[in-house]
């Protein structure tokens, strides 16, 4: 065992001496380009819009809520009644503001406006575009999500900011969940025209507006999750687990 312990050291000198890359580095993403036979790298951008007002609660929930709450106020102290009466007798001054709170059911879900953000409050929504996208059969308009071709960013993060920004007009209202994607997939084509690729899903959100101008697309949708998988049939059980939505 000693023997071997100088062969190590020097070892481990000389791989501390060697210059190492992050895993999103420019380098590593060439390299991974060239391990996919000169295969494109596409990233992809799961825009969503996360609840508004709180879900409802559902029936069992509820129920045992209630339940802990009656059973809360068999053993709940008794306090005098001169020491409650000073919260109702406070007087109101400027401050006091009635509350209203908005409706659940907006005009929007009445006329199932799926291009309007203001509609399933109590659910998240995500972006998807109809037009032109790569690796799309026949070069046919397809629903897909704001993507862009890696070509020479930096990152594969760059990559999907130029995405979305090409269809938001810029990324003021916008936050990207980390640097790395969330998910991938890699796509085999039948098509020959077009070699087989992988697509590189990354996560941004909705930050401080309720309207975009978007653009570079036929037509847009904002979707639930249920809704979103109507439109991909042949990759429901991918999406079903990347995007993981609970209520």
């Given at each position: 065992?000693?023997?071997?312990?100088?062969?190590?050291?020097?070892?481990?000198?000389?791989?501390?001496?060697?210059?190492?890359?992050?895993?999103?580095?420019?380098?590593?993403?060439?390299?991974?380009?060239?391990?996919?036979?000169?295969?494109?790298l596409?990233?992809?951008?799961?825009f969503?819009?996360?609840?508004?007002?709180?879900p409802?609660?559902h029936?069992?929930?509820?129920?045992?809520?209630?339940?802990?709450?009656?059973?809360?106020?068999?053993?709940r102290?008794q306090?005098?009644?001169?020491v409650l009466?000073?919260?109702?007798a406070?007087?109101?001054?400027?401050?006091?503001?009635d509350?209203v709170?908005?409706?659940?059911?907006t005009?929007?879900?009445?006329?199932n406006?799926?291009?309007?953000l203001?509609?399933?409050l109590?659910?998240?929504?995500?972006l998807?575009?109809y037009?032109n996208?790569y690796?799309?059969?026949d070069g046919?308009?397809v629903w897909?999500?704001?993507?862009k071709?890696?070509e020479?960013?930096?990152?594969m993060?760059?990559?999907?900011?130029?995405?979305?920004?090409?269809?938001?007009?810029?990324?003021?209202h916008?936050y990207?969940?980390?640097?790395?994607?969330?998910a991938?997939?890699?796509?085999?084509?039948?098509d020959?025209s077009v070699?087989?690729?992988?697509?590189?899903?990354?996560k941004?959100q909705?930050?401080?507006?309720?309207?975009?101008?978007?653009?570079?697309?036929?037509?847009?949708?904002w979707v639930?999750k249920?809704e979103?998988?109507?439109?991909?049939?042949?990759?429901k059980?991918f999406f079903?687990?990347?995007?993981?939505?609970?209520?």
């Amino acid at each position: 065992m000693l023997s071997r312990l100088p062969a190590t050291v020097s070892l481990l000198r000389r791989s501390l001496r060697e210059p190492r890359g992050f895993s999103s580095s420019a380098s590593s993403v060439l390299a991974s380009s060239k391990e996919t036979a000169d295969g494109k790298l596409v990233a992809s951008v799961l825009f969503e819009r996360l609840p508004i007002v709180i879900p409802k609660i559902h029936p069992v929930v509820y129920a045992f809520q209630e339940f802990s709450f009656r059973w809360r106020q068999q053993y709940r102290r008794q306090y005098p009644e001169e020491v409650l009466g000073k919260a109702d007798a406070r007087g109101k001054g400027d401050y006091h503001i009635d509350y209203v709170p908005a409706p659940r059911i907006t005009e929007a879900d009445k006329t199932n406006d799926r291009k309007s953000l203001q509609r399933a409050l109590d659910n998240k929504l995500y972006l998807l575009l109809y037009g032109n996208a790569y690796g799309a059969p026949d070069g046919k308009p397809v629903w897909h999500f704001p993507e862009k071709v890696y070509e020479n960013e930096e990152t594969m993060r760059l990559c999907a900011e130029a995405a979305l920004k090409s269809v938001l007009g810029g990324l003021d209202h916008t936050y990207f969940v980390g640097n790395a994607p969330m998910a991938h997939m890699a796509v085999e084509q039948t098509d020959s025209s077009v070699s087989p690729f992988k697509r590189f899903f990354f996560k941004s959100q909705v930050v401080g507006t309720t309207k975009y101008h978007i653009g570079k697309c036929k037509d847009f949708a904002w979707v639930t999750k249920d809704e979103l998988l109507e439109y991909f049939p042949e990759n429901k059980d991918f999406f079903n687990k990347m995007i993981i939505h609970i209520r």
